[in-house]
T-cell receptor, first 115, second 113 residues
């Protein structure tokens, strides 16, 4: 069984479109994250939710809006896509409480290409 | 704020040779340290982590890392690499009490036949 899953795996779209990426974890974790990995492989955190509550919101354009319907899901909606949004987006989750909160488990990634 | 430096963007090494991937961090408080591996076209997988206790940490696939507080380093080592170790390796740091992990820019390990 996949621990952290993301859909779609690949996403090719035109500039200006709105798209969503979905993430689900079946690990029973309390915290979920979205990362962006650029073409140079640099990983940067975008958002983090703990029990459906936003706890980390890095400097990300407000075209990006995370939504957590329950603690097992964290979706990422992107409005008015731009060329610079092309990247691999990774979802991750971690257990809650103490040192274990920072051990993160990553999904396989969603490769977004904006044309 | 914490930061991570991986000095080598690429490391070529012959198969069955030993390898060391360097990682240095900066933080004003106690930290947790991690190494993640990303195989081609895949997500990140945790190799090993240092939370507390013994400074020598053993991970999966024969990798180990040593936490050196005085040198603020957490270098990753393997005594004999295999072609299947070809991947991008990321060092990461998290400050105690912080949910956020900061990743280094990654080191690409090339295994030469």
């Amino acid at each position: 069984d996949t621990a952290v899953s993301q859909t779609p795996k690949y996403l090719v779209t035109q500039m200006g479109n709105d798209k969503s990426i979905k993430c689900e974890q079946n690990l029973g974790h309390d915290t979920m994250y979205w990362y962006k990995q650029d073409s140079k492989k640099f990983l940067k955190i975008m958002f983090s939710y703990n029990n459906k509550e936003l706890i980390i919101n890095e400097t990300v354009p407000n075209r990006f809006s995370p939504k957590s319907p329950d603690k097992a899901h964290l979706n990422l909606h992107i409005n008015s896509l731009e060329l610079g949004d092309s990247a691999v987006y990774f979802c991750a989750s971690s257990p809650g409480g103490g040192a274990t909160v920072v051990t993160q488990y990553f999904g396989p990634g969603t490769r977004l290409l904006v044309l | 704020a914490q930061s991570v430096t991986q000095l080598d963007s690429q490391v070529p090494v012959f198969e069955e040779a030993p390898v060391e991937l360097r990682c240095n961090y900066s933080s004003s408080v106690s930290v947790y340290l991690f190494w993640y591996v990303q195989y081609p076209n895949q997500g990140l997988q945790l190799l090993l982590k240092y939370l507390s206790g013994s400074t020598l940490v053993k991970g999966i696939n024969g990798f180990e890392a040593e936490f050196n507080k005085s040198q603020t380093s957490f270098h990753l080592r393997k005594p004999s690499v295999h072609i299947s170790d070809t991947a991008e390796y990321f060092c990461a740091v998290s400050e105690l009490g912080d949910d956020k992990i900061i990743f280094g820019k990654g080191t690409r390990l090339h295994i030469l036949p």
